[in-house]
């Protein structure tokens, strides 16, 4: 690939939790604000499902779409929860979401084409455009920074036939903010103009809602449900991140694409991992619905330490693990900001920079972790910003 060598980088956020796991270890890190997965560990009856799994003898290939139990717990699920039906073979279980997400793009992209992603965002998304076709043109919309909501005037602008491609993020990553019915209205009205362009939406946080807003797929809507990509997982739900296993809804000609190239690839998600993910639709979520009020505690005291602050300013946020500050009024860059906060009283927060060139003014917080601990890192970082400015 062309591209590897000139234009694909190490991720910035991947070397920053490489920093921030080495620091820890060494007790130099008081309060890690920084790492984006949850803070309880994996259910300990998923990790026995595994374990006996293994026992009674799944360490063998599956099929390359996955095993069909699990598919049907996909999509008994999302027909339940969020109103999405396809006929025929219309899931594919992947080595994380990430995977399903590259599946997508090289299943759909071509030479020439284009692909729409909105900053700031996951630090892999642009890479894995590159990855899935060199020659094809990422296109950048910046979200609006006073309240990172979608600007459908320069998606207008921008759109156009040789778009392939949209790629969008609810809850986001790193804002927390969700989108709306009515965005999604405005996405569809869009996107009629449009008939060649697919949607590729990660819902990978849709557990992790600590609002009153209801959680919307695309795919619920009928008129773009077969130009949609349905990315998902269990890793944030259930902590599970190094588990790797995702999956992606669409309709059975574009997952069948995806699982031709699967094949190639990585034959299959390990078995075992497979009817681990089985076992967490048994499991009873009271559990999520308290760590959700933990991150809503956590949420709604960082909000009010800061509320009409001259030089800190917290966006609203809905869902997911974080929330993302405008730290502009300093005058100092996040990379600096995250230096020196880190140095000077042992906290982690990650810098704007990683999420886009555009966002050197905003640091992400993570909320993640338990609400004494965050009350004490909050406070060290209020008096970090006040000493900065005096």
């Not at 043109?137 to 036939?161: G, V």
């Not at 209205?185 to 990978?204: G, H, S, V």
């Not at 944030?236 to 999956?247: P, Q, V």
């Not at 009409?308 to 946020?317: A, D, Y």
Request: hydrophobic share 35%; proline share 4%; charged share 25%.
């Amino acid at each position: 690939m062309r591209y590897v060598n000139k234009k694909l980088k190490p991720s910035l956020e991947s070397k920053f939790s490489d920093l921030a796991r080495s620091l820890n270890k060494k007790n130099k890190i008081k309060y890690s604000l920084g790492l984006g997965e949850p803070a309880f560990n994996t259910p300990n009856s998923v990790i026995n499902e595994a374990y006996k799994a293994m026992k009674l003898g799944f360490t063998r290939y599956s099929n390359p779409l996955g095993l069909k139990e699990l598919i049907d717990k996909i999509k008994y699920k999302s027909k339940k929860e969020n109103n999405i039906y396809y006929s025929g073979n219309s899931v594919i279980v992947t080595p994380g979401a990430k995977m399903a997400l590259t599946l997508a793009l090289k299943s759909i992209l071509k030479r020439g084409d284009e692909v729409i992603y909105f900053s700031p965002c996951y630090p892999s998304y642009l890479p894995q455009i590159i990855l899935a076709n060199d020659s094809v043109k990422p296109r950048e919309i910046n979200l609006e920074k006073k309240d990172l909501s979608l600007n459908f005037e320069k998606l207008k602008e921008k759109i156009n036939s040789k778009t392939k491609a949209i790629i969008i993020n609810s809850p986001h990553n790193p804002s927390g903010r969700m989108l709306s019915f009515s965005d999604f209205k405005n996405l569809e009205r869009i996107l009629k103009k449009f008939p060649k362009c697919f949607l590729i939406t990660d819902e990978i946080y849709e557990k992790l809602n600590f609002s009153n807003k209801k959680h919307i797929s695309a795919a619920s809507i009928r008129s773009i449900k077969n130009r949609t990509f349905t990315i998902n997982g269990f890793s944030k739900s259930f902590s599970m991140t190094g588990w790797r296993i995702g999956y992606c809804l669409a309709n059975q000609k574009l997952v069948k694409k995806m699982s031709l190239i699967q094949q190639h690839i990585n034959t299959n998600v390990p078995t075992f991992t497979q009817k681990a993910a089985i076992h967490t639709f048994k499991i009873n979520l009271k559990f999520l619905k308290k760590y959700n009020l933990n991150l809503l505690k956590n949420y709604n005291f960082i909000s009010s330490e800061f509320k009409n602050h001259k030089n800190i300013k917290v966006l609203n946020s809905d869902g997911g693990l974080f929330c993302f500050i405008d730290i502009s009024n300093l005058r100092l860059k996040s990379d600096k900001f995250c230096y020196k906060l880190l140095k000077q009283y042992a906290i982690a927060a990650t810098p704007g920079l990683f999420f886009g060139n555009q966002w050197n003014n905003f640091i992400r917080i993570s909320l993640a972790i338990d609400n004494n601990k965050f009350k004490s890192a909050i406070k060290k970082l209020k008096k970090f910003v006040n000493n900065l400015k005096s």
